[in-house]
């Protein structure tokens, strides 16, 4: 049977009328009557079977016609489990290869994890070479510096540290995607956390003419986070809304606090996010146009890895942005039990 046909009856069997002439108990000529005869009969309001018209026309005996019924229906039936066969072999045939493709697909993503991972490692190293003899050329240990030399070679170590930050970036991906994420979850207090990030943050502020604020409790309570990661992830949402809030603008870190939360809000007044756009801007390599990407840098990988570590500490992360009037990340965190305080 045709892959594309539709499984209608009449292509399982013969319509009635064309069996009974097969069999020889009709001839076509009392069919064409007896099918005008039903039709006309039911144009004015008394339908019937063709079985019955034909009975009643005299072509063909009740008994004679029960039987030849009888016959398609057993020959419906058994064309019906044919069907279903066919249809449970096409079933179990898409399954397979469909399992097959899956299974491709993540021998694949694996593949590009471990390809990551790997080159990433191996960037690393000479990396590490590069910004210690760099910081041993800054500070002098290898000799006196005039302040031409020195400036180049803060200028180099400014690169080197980003490009550290690439790599690392690279290689929480990798494990992220092979999901071995993985927390040190402990009593974390969000005051002595945010004051270095902010730090780090404040020199992207002024170079870009962005104001920097903070609003946050000193009698917060401490919450249960990866302290590491957590610093990431602020570090990248500060990044982003200084990166995307023209000169002029405000960037605030809000952390408020209900019964059992808190909730981080990194808010800008930057160019904000179309709606239809927030699903997009949280895959990974995934940046909104790509004059953007020129225009303000980056790969693409923060908010995927901010996304999948708040995840990964069990919460959620959410937006509320307009365009050209800013936006705002927040989710929250659980505040650690009592007995797990000051246990940092
Ligand atoms: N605060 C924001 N305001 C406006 N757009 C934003 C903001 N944060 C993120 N975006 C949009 O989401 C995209 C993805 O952000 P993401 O942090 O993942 O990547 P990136 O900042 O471009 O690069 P990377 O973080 O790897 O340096 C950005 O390129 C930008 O288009
Ligand atoms: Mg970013």
Do not use: C
């Amino acid at each position: 049977m045709d892959e594309q046909t539709p499984l209608t009856p009449e292509v399982l069997v013969p319509r009635l009328g064309n069996q009974l002439v097969a069999m020889g108990l009709l001839n076509s000529e009392q069919l064409t009557q007896a099918l005008r005869y039903q039709r006309e009969q039911t144009a004015q309001g008394k339908p019937r079977l063709l079985g019955e018209t034909l009975v009643e026309l005299g072509f063909i005996e009740r008994r004679v016609l029960d039987r030849a019924v009888t016959e398609q229906i057993l020959l419906l039936r058994s064309a019906l489990e044919n069907a279903n066969r066919t249809l449970e072999l096409r079933v179990q045939q898409r399954t397979s290869e469909l399992e097959e493709a899956l299974r491709k697909l993540s021998e694949l993503n694996q593949l590009k994890a471990n390809f990551i991972a790997n080159i990433s490692h191996e960037l690393r190293t000479p990396l590490t070479h590069v910004r210690g003899y760099l910081e041993l050329l800054f500070t002098e240990a290898l000799g006196a510096l005039n302040e031409d030399q020195k400036k180049s070679i803060e200028v180099s170590l400014r690169s080197a540290g980003r490009l550290q930050n690439l790599i690392d970036d690279l290689i929480l991906f990798s494990l992220a995607s092979k999901d071995e994420l993985t927390l040190q979850l402990k009593s974390v207090d969000l005051n002595l956390l945010i004051a270095p990030v902010l730090t780090r943050a404040n020199p992207k502020a002024v170079e870009r003419g962005v104001k920097l604020f903070v609003e946050l409790d000193v009698s917060l309570p401490p919450v249960m986070a990866d302290a590491e990661k957590l610093s990431w992830v602020l570090a990248q949402l500060l990044d982003n809304a200084i990166k995307f809030t023209p000169r002029g603008g405000k960037v605030t870190l809000i952390v408020t606090q209900s019964e059992s939360m808190v909730t981080i809000n990194v808010s800008d007044t930057g160019i904000g996010i179309a709606p239809e756009k927030i699903r997009e801007i949280f895959e990974p390599f995934h940046q909104l146009d790509s004059s953007a990407t020129r225009r303000y840098g980056g790969t693409g990988l923060g908010l995927s890895l901010v996304r999948q570590i708040i995840e990964t500490h069990g919460s959620l992360i959410s937006v509320v942005s307009q365009l050209e009037q800013g936006s705002t990340f927040s989710f929250p965190l659980l505040f650690s039990r009592p007995n797990q305080i000051g246990n940092q």
